[in-house]
């Protein structure tokens, strides 16, 4: 079955430093896999996603992310954090059901960002 | 464009009492519909999908029902709410077809069940 981890409950970086959000998946044939932003009691927003092409992949508001197939990683990154980047970021991943061939979104039970100032 | 709206914003229900939460899409038609239940700021789980008018599907089962009476309106409902059914209730659609059709998610609904 598809899944995704994301290791980390919390990162912690300072202001204008780089931030690394990790995600490693787990899925049969290619993965579609995307990255979302919550912000406290607000929907998902979406960030960005992987479904082919470069593996470097560049989203909203500044992030990327890279897709690495050899270590099944797809972590989020961003050069120059801001206070205002502190959230709630969940990984995901596409996966079929089986019985109706319906899609869906797995999600990792996420990741909290806080940039200190 | 599209958009998607999702009421009420913030609901406190007592235990026992009945629960309707509503999720309408704009711009599209014989979109995918997606009812997500977060637990305690933390992750998502599916709870119900829709490909169509009347086509209901459940993840997993539950003191909920869900019912899509419109082609862009989904509907979560309850007969007797639970302690446990307390969370933040995301909707979702998706353009049906082609894999490069990402998901959007509404602005959620935060229900405590007390």
């Known amino acids: 079955a598809q899944s995704v981890a994301q290791p980390e409950d919390q990162v912690n970086v300072a202001e204008g430093n780089p931030l690394t959000v990790k995600c490693t998946y787990s899925v049969s044939g290619n993965p579609y896999l995307f990255w979302y932003v919550q912000y406290p009691n607000r929907g998902l927003q979406f960030l960005l996603k992987y479904i082919t092409g470069d593996n470097l992949v560049k989203g909203s508001y500044g992030f990327e992310a890279e897709f690495n197939k050899s270590q099944t990683s797809f972590h989020l990154k961003k050069p120059s954090a801001l206070v205002s980047d502190s959230a709630l970021y969940f990984c995901a991943v596409r996966a079929i059901l089986m019985n109706t061939g319906f899609q869906k979104l797995v999600f990792g039970t996420g990741t909290r960002l806080l940039v200190s100032p | 464009s599209q958009t998607i709206h999702q009421w009420p914003a913030t609901l406190v229900q007592p235990v026992g009492s009945p629960l309707s939460l509503e999720c309408t899409v704009e711009g599209t038609s014989n979109p995918n519909l997606y009812w997500y239940r977060q637990a305690a700021g933390r992750g998502l789980q599916l709870l119900f999908y829709?490909?169509?008018?009347?086509?209901i599907s459940s993840e997993v089962p539950q003191n909920l029902s869900a019912s899509r009476p419109q082609d862009r309106q989904f509907i979560l409902s309850s007969k007797k709410l639970l302690l446990s059914d307390s969370g933040f209730y995301l909707c979702a659609w998706r353009k049906g077809g082609q894999d490069i059709y990402g998901y959007t998610f509404g602005s959620g609904t935060r229900l405590t069940v007390v």
């Open positions: 829709s490909v169509g008018i009347g086509q």
